[in-house]
C-alpha cells in the first residue's frame, strides 16, 4: 500500500498558514466589532481544523499549544469570557506562535528556539487566565448526551467502517486511531475483515479495514465525533455510549468483543501493528446523515470544485503553451509560403484553439490582490500601536487580479511604503488636531487595471512630503546642481535614489536611508514603475504600475529595416500612414498634427542606430502609457503577434527602451519595446514634454 503521507502533512502545512491567516482577519473583525458572532465561529472552526490536521500526524507541539487555545475559544463561543483587547492580543500573539510551530513542522521538525519557548509559556500562562472555571448552567434533557460532569468518564462503542479510497486520499487509518486515544483509552479492539475480496481481486492501495471499539473517555460525542472530521466522507461511523445505547445493539446481534488484553490491543495501535481478528463479523449500519454531517458534506462538494495545483507545475504549463505559440506561429507562415488554401485554413484553426489554450493558461496563474492587502491590516494595527497613532486601513480593488508571481513578489516593497506612510506620512494626533484633521490617520490601498496594467495606490492623508528638505537634502549631497530647477515631480522621485532619507531620526521602522531604492529596484525587476505624488499638509500618495503577467502579451508587430519589434498591443490606441510630404515636415518638426493634438514622435530608426534609408512612406503608432503619449515611426506595420517574452541576458541588462525578446514564427528574434521606459527617456533628453505633463504622467 502506497501512502504519501509526507505530501498529505505538506498540505496540511498549505492549508494550516491559510487557516492562520483566516484567523488573523476573523480576530481583527472582531476587534473592529465585538459582538461578530461569525468572526467568533470562524476563530474557533480554524483552531479546531489546525488542531485536528495536526493531530492526524502526531505533531504534539501544535496539538497541545492549540488546545489551549481552543479551549479559550470554546469560552468565548459559549459567552463565559467576554470580549477585550487583552484577549485579542493574546490570541493574535498564539495565533502567531501557530505559525511558528508550523514553520518547524514544515521544516521537518528540530525544537523550537528558547526565545519561541519562554513566550510559549508566557501565552500559555496568559491564556490559563481566561481558562478560569465560571458557574456553568444546568444542562437540558436534551443536552444530557453532551454534557457530563467534568472528569466523569464513560465507555463508548465506536464503529468505524474505512472506504477503499481511504489510502488514495493521504489518510493513515491507524493515525485517527491514536488520535482518538489522545481523548481516552482504548479498552478493546476488533479488526473486521469480513470486506477483504478473494486473493485474486486484491488491489493494494485499497482500504478493506473496519474497526470495533470500546473506548472511555471523559469525552463528549461531539469531540469523539471531530477526530473522524477529516475521513468523514470515506468512512461509516457509528458512536453510541454502551451505557444507555448498548443493548439495542446488543440484541440484534451487531455488537461483539475481542477477547484480545486492553493493553496488548493498546500497544498495537500504538505501533501500527494490528492482527486482523479472524472471525466475520457483520458490518454495522452507521447513521451519519445528520444535520452536523451534511453541511459538512455540502462544504466539502463546493471545495471539491477546487484543486491545489503545484505552482511549479503551472509554470511549466505556461512554458509548454508559449513553444506551442511560438510553433503555432511557425506553422502559420509555413502554410501561407506555400499558397495552400486548405493547409492555411487548418492551420488557422489550430492558432484559434492555441489561442483560447493560452488565455485559459494564463487565467491559471490569475489571482485577486485582495488576500496579499488584508494581510496587512495586521501590520497597520501592530505599527499604529507601537507608534502611538490611531491609523485605519481602508481597502478597495481588492477582486483586481494578476498574476501570481508578481503578487507574491509586491508584497515586499508594498510593506515598506505602508511602514514608511505610517512612520513619516501621518502625524501625531496632538499634530494632526492642530492641523484641524481628525484624530484618526487614514490608509488608502487601492488596486485597479489601466492600458493593460495594474496600478497599485497607497495614499496616506498626512503631512505631505517636505519638498524644500528633500530639494536641500539632495543639494548637500550632490544629486542636485546648484542653480538647476527641477520640477517638484523630479524632488518628490529623488527619494528612490539609494541612502536618501530626510529622517532626523532612526526608528525601528524606517529613517536609516535604506529601502526606498529596493522598492524601486523590486519594482523594476517586476517591469513596474513607481512613482509619487504629493501635497504639502494632504498626504501623499504612491503609485506603482506593474504588468498583468509576465510571461506572454499580446504584441503588434513592426518593421525597421531587416529587423522587427514587438509592441504591446495595450499601448497602441493607432496606426497612421505617413504621406512622403507629412513625412518630411513631421520629421523636420519633431511632432505631427493629429487632429489638432500635437504628437511628439520617435524615429526607431534613429534612436536605435539603423543603417540605410528609410521608406518611402513611413508609419506612425500612437502609443500611450499613463499621460505620457508619443507616436513611433516605423517602416513596416506587420499586424498582431502572441508575444512569448523571453528574458535578456546579463549582457543587455542595461539596454533602455528594450524589456525583452521574442521568438518569431520564422524562427528570428524579435525585441520587446519597453514603451514606458522609451517615452520617459525621450522626454527627459529632448524635452518634449512640458513639466506639467510629465509630472501628470508620473503620478499615474
Not at 99 to 123: C, D, S
Not at 402 to 413: N, Q, S
Not at 588 to 610: A, K, M, N
Request: aromatic share 4%; with cysteine.
Amino acid at each position: 500500500m502506497s501512502i504519501n503521507l509526507d505530501q498529505a502533512q505538506q498540505t496540511f502545512i498549505v492549508e494550516a498558514r491559510e487557516q492562520l491567516q483566516a484567523m488573523e482577519e476573523s480576530l481583527l473583525q472582531l476587534e473592529t466589532d465585538p459582538g461578530d458572532d461569525d468572526a467568533i465561529g470562524a476563530i474557533f472552526r480554524a483552531a479546531h481544523t489546525i488542531k485536528g490536521s495536526a493531530g492526524l500526524f502526531g505533531l504534539e507541539p501544535i496539538v497541545s499549544f492549540t488546545h489551549i487555545v481552543e479551549d479559550v475559544l470554546d469560552r468565548l463561543r459559549n459567552g463565559s469570557v467576554e470580549v477585550d483587547a487583552g484577549l485579542i492580543a493574546v490570541l493574535l500573539k498564539s495565533s502567531d506562535h501557530m505559525l511558528e510551530l508550523i514553520n518547524v513542522a514544515a521544516n521537518q521538525g528540530g525544537a523550537l528556539p528558547p526565545p519561541a519557548l519562554q513566550r510559549e509559556v508566557e501565552l500559555c500562562q496568559i491564556l490559563q487566565e481566561y481558562q478560569a472555571p465560571s458557574p456553568a448552567a444546568a444542562p437540558t434533557p436534551a443536552q444530557d448526551t453532551e454534557t457530563r460532569e467534568p472528569g466523569e468518564t464513560r465507555l463508548w462503542h465506536l464503529s468505524l467502517r474505512f472506504g477503499q479510497d481511504v489510502f488514495r486520499n493521504g489518510m493513515d487509518p491507524l493515525s485517527f486511531l491514536r488520535y482518538l486515544q489522545t481523548l481516552g483509552e482504548i479498552v478493546d479492539l476488533t479488526t473486521l475483515t469480513d470486506a477483504l475480496p478473494a486473493a485474486d481481486a486484491w488491489d493494494a492501495e485499497s482500504c478493506y479495514l473496519g474497526f470495533d471499539i470500546a473506548f472511555r473517555s471523559a469525552a463528549s460525542h461531539g469531540a469523539i465525533n471531530e477526530v473522524f472530521d477529516f475521513v468523514r466522507e470515506d468512512c461509516e461511523i457509528e458512536i453510541v455510549a454502551q451505557d444507555d445505547d448498548i443493548a439495542p445493539l446488543a440484541n440484534t446481534g451487531l455488537v461483539t468483543t475481542s477477547p484480545e488484553p486492553a493493553e496488548e490491543t493498546t500497544a498495537l495501535v500504538a505501533t501500527g501493528e494490528l492482527l486482523s481478528d479472524q472471525r466475520k463479523t457483520p458490518r454495522m449500519p452507521a447513521q451519519i446523515a445528520t444535520d452536523k454531517q451534511a453541511v459538512t458534506s455540502d462544504s466539502k462538494a463546493k471545495d471539491g470544485t477546487y484543486v491545489r495545483v503545484n505552482a511549479d507545475k503551472l509554470d511549466e504549463l505556461i512554458n509548454l503553451v508559449g513553444e506551442l505559440v511560438i510553433a503555432s506561429a511557425g506553422a502559420s507562415l509555413l502554410a501561407r509560403t506555400c499558397h495552400n488554401d486548405p493547409l492555411q485554413e487548418a492551420t488557422s484553426s489550430v492558432s484559434g484553439l492555441v489561442e483560447e489554450i493560452l488565455d485559459g493558461a494564463l487565467r491559471l496563474r490569475m489571482i485577486p490582490i485582495g488576500e496579499t492587502f488584508n494581510r496587512f491590516r495586521r501590520v497597520v494595527r501592530d505599527v499604529s500601536q507601537e507608534l502611538g497613532k490611531d491609523i485605519d486601513l481602508i481597502i478597495s480593488g481588492a477582486e483586481t487580479e494578476l498574476d501570481k508571481t508578481v503578487v507574491e513578489k509586491i508584497g515586499d516593497p508594498l510593506m515598506h511604503l505602508l511602514r514608511n506612510a505610517m512612520d513619516h506620512g501621518i502625524e501625531t494626533a496632538e499634530a494632526r488636531l492642530a492641523a484641524g484633521k481628525s484624530v484618526k490617520g487614514h490608509l488608502h490601498l487601492n488596486a485597479y487595471h489601466d492600458s493593460g496594467s495594474i496600478v497599485l495606490e497607497i495614499a496616506d492623508d498626512g503631512a505631505g512630503l517636505n519638498r524644500d528638505r528633500i530639494l536641500e537634502k539632495a543639494q548637500e549631497r550632490g544629486l542636485v546642481q546648484p542653480g538647476a530647477s527641477p520640477t517638484d515631480q523630479e524632488i518628490y522621485n529623488l527619494i528612490f535614489e539609494p541612502g536618501f532619507s530626510t529622517a532626523q531620526a532612526v526608528t525601528n521602522l524606517s529613517g536609516r536611508g535604506v529601502g526606498m531604492d529596493v522598492v524601486k529596484r523590486n519594482i523594476t525587476l517586476l517591469r513596474g514603475t513607481v512613482d509619487l505624488d504629493s501635497q504639502p499638509g494632504k498626504g501623499t500618495v504612491v503609485r506603482i504600475r506593474l504588468p498583468l503577467t509576465l510571461a506572454i502579451i499580446n504584441g503588434f508587430l513592426v518593421g525597421i529595416g531587416q529587423s522587427t519589434y514587438v509592441i504591446p498591443l495595450d499601448m497602441v490606441q493607432e496606426c497612421i500612414e505617413l504621406s512622403e510630404d507629412d513625412g518630411l515636415t513631421s520629421r523636420e518638426q519633431g511632432y505631427l498634427d493629429l487632429r489638432g493634438e500635437v504628437l511628439p514622435l520617435v524615429y526607431l530608426r534613429d534612436h536605435f542606430s539603423h543603417e540605410g534609408p528609410a521608406a518611402r512612406r513611413q508609419n506612425v503608432v500612437v502609443v500611450r502609457y499613463a499621460e505620457l503619449k508619443a507616436g513611433l515611426v516605423v517602416d513596416d506595420l506587420l499586424g498582431e503577434f502572441q508575444t512569448v517574452i523571453k528574458p535578456l541576458g546579463k549582457l543587455f541588462g542595461a539596454l533602455r527602451g528594450i524589456s525583452g525578446s521574442t521568438i518569431l514564427g520564422s524562427g528570428a528574434v524579435a525585441l520587446i519595446l519597453d514603451v514606458p521606459a522609451l517615452l520617459t527617456q525621450i522626454a527627459q533628453t529632448e524635452n518634449r514634454y512640458t513639466p506639467t505633463q510629465l509630472q501628470q504622467a508620473n503620478a499615474r
